[in-house]
């Protein structure tokens, strides 16, 4: 069983809501969480922009602390960084009783016009065992399962239907854009 902690948890609830208005655009974009479920296969967790923005599920913009903010752009970037696991979106399958699990998407921008994709298959704060050895790992690397525990906190307050449509749709899009 994992025992999730980070030194960065309840970063999101300790961020400030954005007082002016935020334009998302692909120059300032770091990088991004969508989601793929069976109730929610175009789903968005988060994105990441520069100097310290992020956007979460509901579409709302929150200024993070730049301390905080540096801290989780540094760990995208080691968890895209991680060797290609050589299935389909790059993905990691973590160990589950349950089939259909979500598909949790992370895209990083490695330059202007293209993303490094990393995704795990039913990621969870209790479970990193994966469901087989990927490149000498028999668990989820330490980077994605922290990550992901994090940008969890940006979805806590999800409410289908009633996030900013107009915003999540711009940032999804965004985020497909380096992948055609």
């Not at 980070?6 to 990088?31: C, H, Y």
């Not at 979460?56 to 540096?70: I, L, P």
């Not at 801290?71 to 060797?83: D, K, Y």
């Not at 989820?140 to 239907?161: C, S, V, W």
Request: net charge negative; proline share 6%.
């Amino acid at each position: 069983m994992a025992q999730w902690s980070s030194k960065q948890a309840n970063w999101f609830s300790g961020s400030k809501p954005l007082a002016e208005t935020f334009t998302p655009t692909v120059d300032k974009l770091i990088f991004g969480e969508l989601l793929n479920a069976p109730v929610d296969p175009e789903g968005f967790i988060c994105a990441f922009f520069q100097p310290n923005i992020v956007v979460d599920s509901m579409g709302q913009t929150k200024e993070v602390s730049q301390e905080q903010f540096n801290a989780i752009v540094e760990l995208a970037l080691r968890a895209s960084a991680l060797p290609d696991t050589g299935s389909f979106r790059n993905t990691w399958r973590v160990q589950s009783p349950i089939t259909s699990r979500p598909i949790r998407i992370l895209r990083f921008k490695r330059d202007k016009e293209s993303f490094k994709e990393t995704s795990v298959y039913g990621f969870s704060k209790e479970q990193d065992i994966l469901e087989e050895p990927v490149n000498g790992f028999t668990k989820l690397p330490a980077e994605l399962m922290e990550l992901f525990g994090l940008l969890d906190e940006t979805r806590e307050n999800y409410q289908k239907g009633r996030e900013n449509a107009e915003v999540v749709t711009t940032i999804k899009k965004l985020l497909e854009a380096g992948l055609a």
